[in-house]
């Protein structure tokens, strides 16, 4: 009992000092700051409407939720998995590696590594594309990328005197570069707490517990001369905010007779940034962004899920048509999976775009276990 009590008030001071440096930030802080940590690990999760928080426990935990990296059912082996998206007709791609490992022979504590890569490449540069006398010289052009990495290292275990509790955390480095021109290093914590009962589980994952803060430096030398002749505003070196998000998340697992079975589950995250536009609820304080998903397993004789049918909707949102007419969309996901021995091939069909253009990513991740 004084162990959870402790707990309890780690976690009060922490969220006492979250709300003393709200106060004494700007309100002008930016409020879409590391949107790329938003957008998700793993095919399975993008299948089922980015519905991970209470399920997620295997090494994409380490992104969802770190205390799911400690579930009693999480495996007792090192777990390696690679994912691959593109988004925008390939103008921008998304990369995913992750890897875990028990530090116990029980499998009771955890240690995880995840390492995010989202970048636009050959960006052309066109600074210098135009001489002095004003003729154009290709010679002159060159290309950057613009670049936004991050990496995770989780930590979780079980809590020995709650049965189904498990907890855990991130530190999370962040470096984001525009080519030469400018970069920042950012560093922030996730905490994370999973409890399940039977075929019942509950989530809770607090982002950027303590804020995340993204320092900027601009080598103003790159790009000065040209921003000063075409009336741009030279930008000096700044501090960026990434204030905390709450990801909460349900889940139930449902037998189907003896070799089906249906996971059933809900997340929402609860942005503490403002208003956030589209969001389903909004308001100043906060904006809530709910996701559902299933997931419609194949067991084999020794009761090993092999095969995974996914459908899930994520991106609910109120939107207003040309007649100024309120309308409730969402963004639909769809997904397949297969283990085969030590791996597991997942796929992914998510919609991102504009629900009447109907654009799509095919999202592919692999997983493997060192048995």
Not at 304 to 324: D, E, P
């Amino acid at each position: 009992m004084k162990g959870i009590q402790g707990w309890i008030g780690l976690i009060w001071a922490v969220m006492a000092g979250s709300s003393s440096l709200w106060a004494q930030q700007s309100v002008n802080a930016p409020k879409y700051s590391n949107e790329f940590l938003k957008i998700g690990v793993g095919a399975r999760a993008f299948g089922m409407g980015s519905t991970q928080t209470a399920v997620a426990q295997d090494v994409t935990a380490g992104y969802w939720n770190p205390a799911g990296l400690a579930a009693s059912d999480a495996l007792l082996y090192p777990e390696l998995s690679l994912m691959h998206a593109s988004y925008f007709a390939g103008i921008a791609n998304y990369n995913y590696l992750g890897f875990t490992m028990p530090v116990d022979s029980g499998g009771q504590r955890r240690f995880g590594v995840s390492l995010i890569r989202m970048g636009i490449d050959d960006i052309p540069n066109t600074l210098r594309l135009i001489e002095p006398d004003g003729s154009i010289n290709y010679d002159r052009l060159t290309s950057f990328s613009e670049s936004q990495l991050a990496t995770l290292i989780s930590y979780a275990w079980r809590v020995s005197r709650v049965r189904g509790l498990s907890l855990g955390g991130n530190v999370k480095i962040i470096y984001r570069g525009v080519g030469r021109f400018a970069n920042a290093w950012g560093f922030g914590v996730d905490v994370g707490a999973r409890y399940e009962r039977d075929r019942f589980m509950a989530g809770l994952t607090w982002l950027d517990a303590t804020n995340t803060f993204n320092a900027w430096t601009f080598n103003t030398e790159t790009f000065e001369d040209e921003f000063i002749n075409t009336g741009n505003v030279v930008p000096q070196n700044s501090l960026e905010i990434t204030r905390p998000t709450i990801r909460m998340g349900l889940g139930y697992d449902l037998r189907l007779g003896r070799r089906l079975s249906l996971l059933l589950a809900l997340d929402n995250d609860v942005y503490l940034d403002g208003r956030r536009v589209g969001s389903l609820v909004s308001t100043d304080r906060f904006s809530l962004d709910p996701r559902a998903g299933a997931e419609l397993a194949l067991m084999n004789s020794q009761y090993r899920k092999v095969v995974f049918l996914r459908a899930g909707a994520y991106n609910v949102q109120r939107s207003i048509g040309t007649n100024t007419v309120e309308s409730l969309g969402a963004f639909p996901t769809a997904g397949a999976g297969i283990v085969l021995r030590n791996f597991q091939l997942d796929y992914a069909l998510a919609n991102i775009g504009n629900l009447t253009e109907n654009l799509h990513t095919h999202i592919v991740s692999l997983k493997f276990h060192i048995q």
